[in-house]
């Protein structure tokens, strides 16, 4: 449960910098926000592979979640840019 802890903290600090960051820059789209949210979060469950099998796959399961998010948001820009 300590690394699950640690794997928590660090996602919301890294969520917080960010959010402080883009706000700070002036940042108005929430595609942005979202997409940095997403990256971060598949990159920090990648660095935490050391979850029990059960917490894994229900990572596994969100991260598969916010990428769909990602790819709706990704599809939306490129219709946007093709109109």
Known sequence: MRIFNSYVTILAVLLLLTTVVLAAGAEND???YYICYVIEALIVTELFVYF???ARAALNRVG???FAG???IVAAQVYQVLT
Do not use: G
């Open 30 to 32: 929430l595609d942005i």
């Open 52 to 54: 029990s099998e059960r």
């Open 64 to 66: 598969l979640v916010l």
């Open 70 to 72: 990602f790819l709706v």
